[in-house]
């Protein structure tokens, strides 16, 4: 059991910036990884980024490969989404998850944050 709180999420000029910080707080001791899925209205959640807890998995969605950066900030215990270079096409509802391995297969993560909202504006 691993519960997930999103903050950062906010309205920003498309080329603009926006850092999202999940927080994660185990309830269990285990092996894991985080990732990052956003969702549109009538869409399904989308894959954006993934990461090992150690660090040394990182996937990314073709969409958001060298804008995107998925980090951990190990003395926080959280996990960092920075956009660059945002676009319209980003705006969604941005979601931290956690699962036993790094995967862009939603239904391979089984811990899911009430997400935040991203908007971007062209």
């Known amino acids: 059991q691993v519960q997930l709180t999103e903050s950062g999420g906010g309205s920003v000029q498309a080329g603009g910036s926006l850092r999202l910080t999940c927080t994660r707080v185990e309830q269990t001791f285990t092996t894991s990884a985080m990732a990052w899925f956003r969702q549109r209205p009538g869409q399904d959640r989308e894959f954006v980024a993934a990461?090992?807890?150690?660090?040394?998995?990182?996937e990314y969605a073709d969409s958001v490969k060298g804008r995107f950066t998925i980090s951990r900030d190990r003395s926080k215990d959280t996990i960092i989404l920075q956009m660059n270079s945002m676009l319209p096409e980003d705006t969604a509802v941005y979601y931290c998850a956690h699962g036993v391995a790094v995967t862009n297969m939603d239904f391979s993560y089984h811990d899911w944050g009430r997400g935040t909202q991203v908007t971007v504006s062209s």
């Open positions: 990461i090992s807890w150690s660090g040394e998995t990182i």
